[in-house]
């Protein structure tokens, strides 16, 4: 697996080896041992989760408080997604910035976002299907929103054609300057 640095600390672009032949493809999508060593450290999975968007759906940004943060691997199968980590965490050398990645079915790379982070992502393709697995369990009462045009976090994201189309939770997302965050 070919491991990427980003800009912050901790966030990480993974590319599984992938083994292509005249039926198809395989690759390994996910390997504990492989991606302890990548991390540098054991994170335990216990959610898998799947969602379908179609052009212009924002996701985000998202995170659960302590102690129900989640580390989230994230991959896409169909499509093509602009993903975003934000770093959240108040004492953090990197906090408030970000860190995004376009993950496609053509390029099958995935987004380690850590716990601390919020995430989040844009659909540029007619439709998307986001996978990624968490840490932690979703806990609903500890769910957080920032909203995903927060001036103070400066996201680039990218052009789209279409108008970005958002939950009604996602809309009535607080600024980070507002937000009750991580230590
Ligand atoms: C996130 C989540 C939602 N749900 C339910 C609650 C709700 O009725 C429905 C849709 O939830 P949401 O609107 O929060 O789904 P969504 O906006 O897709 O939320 C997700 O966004 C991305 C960016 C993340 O990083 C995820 O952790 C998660 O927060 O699914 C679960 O049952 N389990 C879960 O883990």
Redesign the pocket.
Known sequence: MNVIPTDIPGVLILEPHVFEDTRGFFMESFNQRIFDDAVGQHHEFV?D?H?RSRKGVV??L?YQLAPHA?G?LVRVTRGRVFDVAVDVRRSSPTFGRWVGAELSEANRRQLWVPPGFA???MVLSEHADVL?K?TAY?V?QS?RCIRWDDPDIGIAWPPIDVEPQL?A??LAGTRLVEAELFA
Do not use: L
């Open positions: 959610q989760n969602s996701r985000g998202h989640q989230k995430h989040g992502f990624y968490a979703y609903p769910d939950s939770k996602d």
